[in-house]
């Protein structure tokens, strides 16, 4: 797939940190920042030291319309989530999505298309929500909800809506309502709401062996028996911290492309799962390698974070509240007892925006 794509990045500042304030409104007749552009075979790339004054607030069009005006585009904004990337599109003129799932796995294609691990749509929120949130991963398929995904979805939202400061927003997920809170230092913190552990609903089709959850059960993957809670945070997950009869994981170790397929495609997991394989540091700091459905090996997930943490705490290894070592870096969590709710704190970074032809 030939793609020519008009993409405007920051050269001065590594995509790791927080970017500054830019104006994303400015219409295109004035958008004119200095560029330098670098010609590539069916591409073209264009890097703009982008402004650092404070963002003017003028119309809610787009964040990524400035860049090109022209019909027939595709504009979209890139985040990640310590390292968990996707495209976001700002689709809130209409409650469908603006393009196929198809086109989504063209998109994440990372030697054809722009590379992440999924399509992240902003619509228009329902029941009474402030939006709507809907993703697609690079395989192409719906997950319920994307935990790095919706702290991207949020600094999207205060982009394109132009918002400052603390705030918060609700959001309408395919795992029900969630709430995204915008910190002062521009951290994410995210109320995931109450785990789901009653087996069927995860769903599993290992029995239960503890008040309808499974805690610390077997499974048999490929011949080797892994000790595994399964839990759902609107989606499913399978969380292990060793094999039967070993003592805890080295998750360096491990082949996660070579085993990670095996638990995602387990006949025990009806919707397919997540897997999170994890090693025990200390009471209140766990690390972490995950296998995502539809995605593969990713440096961070979530939801991911938030279940093992709910695992860890019912086979008695750590507290309540946990640091999360993932690839891409840390996330805080915290299953809160007086409301039986998990939260979520982290980083979601843009890198940059740009636009497609459709």
């Given at each position: 797939m030939a793609i020519t794509a008009t993409i405007s990045v920051p050269v001065s500042t590594p995509i790791h940190r927080s970017l500054p304030a830019v104006n994303l409104f400015r219409s295109s007749s004035s958008f004119a920042p200095p560029q330098r552009t670098f010609n590539y075979l069916n591409s073209r790339l264009v890097a703009s030291s982008m402004s650092t004054e404070a963002p003017v607030k003028t119309t809610s069009s787009s964040a990524a319309s400035s860049l090109n005006s022209g019909s027939g585009f595709l504009h979209f904004a890139k985040y990640h989530g310590l390292g968990n990337d996707f495209v976001l599109i700002d689709n809130r003129d209409s409650s469908e999505p603006k393009i196929s799932s198809e086109k989504a796995v063209q998109i994440c294609d990372r030697n054809f298309g722009v590379g992440a691990d999924g399509v992240i749509f902003l619509l228009p929120g329902i029941n009474g929500t402030d939006y709507t949130m809907r993703i697609f991963n690079s395989d192409g398929s719906e997950p319920e909800m994307c935990g790095n995904g919706v702290r991207c979805f949020a600094k999207f939202i205060s982009q394109v809506e132009n918002i400052h400061g603390r705030h918060s927003f609700t959001i309408h997920t395919g795992a029900g309502l969630i709430v995204p809170e915008v910190l002062e230092d521009g951290n994410v913190r995210v109320d995931m709401g109450e785990p789901v552990l009653k087996a069927s609903d995860v769903p599993t089709k290992l029995p239960a062996n503890k008040d309808g959850a499974v805690v610390k059960s077997e499974l048999d993957v490929d011949g080797v028996i892994w000790n595994v809670t399964c839990v759902s945070m609107g989606n499913p997950h399978c969380i292990t911290f060793s094999r039967k009869g070993s003592q805890s994981l080295l998750v360096d170790?491990?082949?996660?492309?070579?085993?990670?397929?095996?638990?995602?495609?387990?006949?025990?997991?009806?919707?397919?799962?997540?897997?999170?394989?994890?090693?025990?540091?200390?009471?209140?700091?766990?690390?972490?390698?995950?296998?995502?459905?539809?995605?593969?090996?990713?440096?961070?997930?979530?939801?991911?974070?938030?279940?093992?943490?709910?695992?860890?705490?019912?086979?008695?290894?750590?507290?309540?509240?946990?640091?999360?070592?993932?690839?891409?870096?840390?996330?805080?969590?915290?299953?809160?007892?007086?409301?039986?709710?998990?939260?979520?704190?982290?980083?979601?970074?843009?890198?940059?925006?740009?636009?497609?032809p459709l």
């Open positions: 170790e491990l082949k996660l492309a070579e085993i990670g397929p095996k638990f995602e495609h387990h006949e025990m997991f009806p919707a397919r799962t997540n897997t999170e394989f994890v090693q025990v540091l200390f009471n209140s700091h766990l690390k972490m390698r995950v296998w995502e459905r539809g995605a593969g090996a990713t440096l961070a997930c979530g939801t991911g974070a938030c279940a093992l943490v709910v695992a860890a705490v019912l086979e008695g290894h750590t507290g309540r509240n946990c640091t999360v070592d993932l690839p891409g870096g840390p996330l805080q969590i915290e299953w809160r007892e007086e409301d039986n709710h998990v939260y979520m704190t982290g980083s979601a970074d843009v890198v940059y925006y740009g636009s497609l």
